[in-house]
């Protein structure tokens, strides 16, 4: 898109490499995709999620390929109006509780197992069980980041169907947990 940091991280990152090209811009993204579909042109870049959302909507989205190779680091990420101080700090505690929950093998199939039967201090702490994280100050419930869980899963369940190969197909890479080859993703523990 013109007059975006996508423009610009192409024209550094294809410098950088070398590569000779010809840089074709658009005013708005719908005639973007339509010029690379019909082949006006050969290749088109932006955020991995928005490539795997509209490759999917392609004639043939196997016929494309999305590359495994990042030109720039613009993490993606929830976003709250300005001011609303409680909601950012349930969002991101959520957030992290939810890579936490992961990262400590609780999911929404066995978040009820666990809040009855870890020994874990970390993970009965997650769940409500004992201690807490400060829950009561954010006006949540003991167990709120249970029933989350329970609902939605922890975050690499909600990437792998939301994201992932059971949604639109992108591969996790950098949002592996730390712990993982090739991860990045990690939260402090709520203490």
Known sequence: MSGTTTELNLEERFSQLGFIYTLSAFTNTPDAFKAYEDGVCTVITTDQSNLA????GFSDPKAHTILDATISKEPLAPVVPH????????????M???INAEEL????ANVD??????????????????ESFGQ???????????????AVGNYGEIY??????NGIGLQRSLNLLWTQRGGMLYAPPLR
Do not use: Y
């Open 53 to 56: 959302v509209k490759r999917n």
């Open 83 to 94: 001011g609303d101080s409680q909601w950012l700090d349930l969002v991101k505690t959520v």
């Open 96 to 98: 992290m509780a939810l």
């Open 105 to 108: 093998g609780i999911t929404q």
């Open 113 to 130: 197992d666990m809040v009855i039967n870890s020994n874990n201090p970390a993970v009965r702490r997650l769940l409500g069980g004992e």
């Open 136 to 150: 009561s100050d954010l006006g949540l419930e003991a167990d709120a980041i249970a029933q989350a869980i329970r």
């Open 160 to 165: 792998e169907r939301s994201l992932g190969e």
